[in-house]
């Protein structure tokens, strides 16, 4: 879509960008309840010693990345925000709900 281009918004629209928007909200208020944890003699974990689940999250970090700033270069502001939503529902779906595991299980 170009800047000329009419978007056209009602109710349901709305309400589904609300959900997102929460959706959203809610992974971040976990993350960073997480990172409220980490205290200064905290030691970062190298690479090859991560679990494979914290690979393949940092992977699908780098490949979301690539694609974010490709977007922006092109000025596809639509295809950030969706790219984004994207990245975001999966890391809450997957990767977060076996973190949560990891951390009531593990006490870690």
């Known amino acids: 879509a170009s800047s000329s281009t009419s978007v056209h918004v009602g109710s349901s629209i709305l309400q589904a960008s609300k959900l997102d928007v929460d959706k959203m909200r809610n992974t971040f208020r976990f993350l ?23 690979q393949a999250v940092l992977h699908k970090l780098y490949t979301y990345q690539i694609l974010v700033k490709e977007h922006y270069n092109n000025m596809e502001y639509s295809k950030v925000c969706l790219a984004t939503l994207n990245f975001m529902t999966a890391l809450s779906s997957s990767y977060l709900h076996l973190c949560k595991d990891r951390l009531y299980c593990d006490g870690s």
Do not use: A, I
């Open 32 to 54: 960073l309840g997480q990172l409220s944890q980490v205290r200064p003699e905290y030691k970062l974990v190298e690479y090859d010693k991560m679990v494979l689940l914290d």
